[in-house]
């Protein structure tokens, strides 16, 4: 059985992994300081082969026992939650990656880094695809988050390099699913919860800013397949249909059928004007592609809003 450390296990993102692993026969370890994580998101999991851990990985990272895959998830990941931790998102990119790949050199692991289409900043080349080099202002407000990142890849190539650490890289695109947090900022959770409870949406700009939007599953899918590949070189994973802020905020309206306004607030700093993956890499290397519509998966995330709130 092979034997997995996903750290963020308890994250939106990394408790789907988790569950996923299991699924496919890992024993899985779950290490997460419950930051922007939640012990409710792995509460559920009654599987002997599935442990947590609390525990800070940007301090020396320690497990009992053999370790073939390592996963590091562990960032805050929302602009409101890297905003309020602003160091401990520059640390767990850093020396959170620093120390799991210390970790991987010892168990002699295979170790994939979840990284972002942020490396990618406000970007110029549109779609994105794995060769641009990016657009990041690496003083403003979502430095802390984006160059964490590109460190955090840098690290990763150095030990794929240097010593010659079997290693991968996904660059995730927006994704969305139950378990986001309704209060992280992130648009899909804002969006549905003020129109559920009757607020008016909020809407950054203009809202012709534009994201694509990949549902949960299909992410973690393309993932596990990056982990089993033998590719070390960033691969894109996303969903290629592209919304604008305000095509979403009128989606969401369509599907709670909601009677409140869509108000402007002013954009927030360096906001990417557009994002879309370039997943030509993920389709060659991996045969992935997203299966799951954007207004089916907003369907599912929906109940999942109505069920909590
Ligand atoms: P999340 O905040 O729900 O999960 C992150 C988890 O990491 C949390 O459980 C948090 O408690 C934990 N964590 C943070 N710092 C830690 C530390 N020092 N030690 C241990 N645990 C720590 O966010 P998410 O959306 O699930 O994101 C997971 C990963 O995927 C992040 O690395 C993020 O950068 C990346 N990512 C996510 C998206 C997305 O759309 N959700 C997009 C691009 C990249």
Redesign the pocket.
């Known amino acids: 059985m092979p034997r997995t450390l996903v750290?963020?296990?308890?994250?939106?993102?990394?408790s789907h992994l988790c569950e996923y692993l299991l699924q496919k026969g890992h024993e899985v370890i779950c290490?997460?300081?419950?930051?922007?994580?939640?012990v409710g998101?792995i509460a559920h999991i009654r599987n002997k082969s599935f442990t947590f851990i609390n525990?800070?990985?940007?301090n020396y990272v320690y497990v009992d026992g053999p370790l073939d895959y390592v996963f590091?998830?562990?960032?805050?990941?929302?602009p409101i939650?890297y905003q309020e931790y602003p160091i401990?998102?520059l640390?767990?990119g850093s020396l959170?990656t620093h120390k799991t790949l210390g970790l991987a050199m010892e168990k002699g692991s295979r170790y994939l880094l979840?990284?972002?289409?942020?490396v990618y900043g406000d970007p110029l080349v549109h779609p994105q695809t794995e060769d641009y080099w990016g657009n990041v202002n690496p003083i403003g407000i979502r430095g802390v988050?984006d160059e964490a990142?590109r460190f955090a890849e840098a690290m990763v190539m150095a030990y794929h390099r240097y010593h010659k650490l079997d290693t991968r890289i996904v660059?995730?695109?927006?994704?969305?699913g139950p378990?986001?947090?309704l209060y992280?900022g992130?648009a899909v959770p804002t969006l549905m919860r003020q129109a559920l409870k009757g607020e008016d949406l909020t809407v950054f700009g203009q809202g012709s800013q534009t994201r694509s939007f990949c549902y949960v599953d299909d992410l973690i899918e393309g993932i596990y397949r990056l982990m089993m590949s033998d590719y070390s070189n960033p691969v894109n994973l996303g969903n290629t249909e592209e919304l604008s802020i305000l095509e979403l905020a009128h989606l969401i309206v369509k599907l709670t059928d909601c009677k409140t306004k869509i108000i402007h607030q002013p954009l927030p700093d360096d906001d990417p004007k557009v994002r879309k993956p370039d997943i030509s890499r993920a389709k060659a290397v991996l045969s992935w592609q997203p299966k799951v519509r954007v207004a089916e998966g907003m369907q599912k995330t929906l109940e999942w809003v109505k069920r909590i709130i």
């Open positions: 750290t963020g296990g308890a994250g939106f993102l990394g290490m997460d300081n419950l930051i922007t994580g939640r998101n525990y800070n990985v940007t590091h998830f562990a960032s805050p990941a929302s939650d401990q998102t640390k767990v959170g979840a990284s972002t289409s942020e988050y990142k660059r995730i695109f927006n994704t969305f378990r986001m947090r992280d992130r």
